[in-house]
């Protein structure tokens, strides 16, 4: 089991960065895929990035691709979203997400996932 906690977020201004980071308590950390989901208001969950076990494979949702970086630290058990570039349609709360197991990368959706934070708040303004 796992249990995640982010944070980082907040507000900032279209053009700026934040990096959101995803605490993790409970061993094996470094046996899930971790990846981080999206929730604007009005709208569903929508994939950001996911990470394989030992970070050396990531893929990118199409809209945040070259902007956003997902990585960890396996010995801090802690998974990190630099957002870089940020527009105001990144506005969103923000979950990481945890799945043991195999898992292909890809554009994943939430059901894949069976672990959750609670979300954390990014606000980009114009």
């Known amino acids: 089991q796992v249990q995640l906690r982010e944070s980082g977020g907040g507000l900032v201004q279209t053009g700026g960065a934040l990096r959101l980071s995803c605490a993790a308590s409970g061993r094996s950390f470094h046996e899930y895929n971790m990846a981080w989901f999206r929730q604007a208001p009005g709208k569903e969950r929508e994939f950001v990035a996911v990470?394989?076990?030992?970070?050396?494979?990531?893929y990118y949702a199409d809209s945040v691709e070259g902007r956003f970086t997902i990585f960890r630290d396996n010995s801090q058990n802690t998974l990190y979203l630099q957002m870089n570039s940020l527009k105001p349609d990144d506005t969103a709360v923000y979950y990481c997400?945890?799945?043991?197991?195999?898992?292909?990368?890809?554009?994943?959706?939430?059901?894949?996932?069976?672990?959750w934070g609670q979300g954390n708040q990014v606000t980009v303004s114009s």
């Open positions: 990470i394989s076990w030992v970070g050396d494979s990531t």
């Open positions: 997400a945890a799945r043991p197991g195999l898992l292909a990368l890809g554009s994943l959706q939430p059901s894949d996932f069976g672990f």
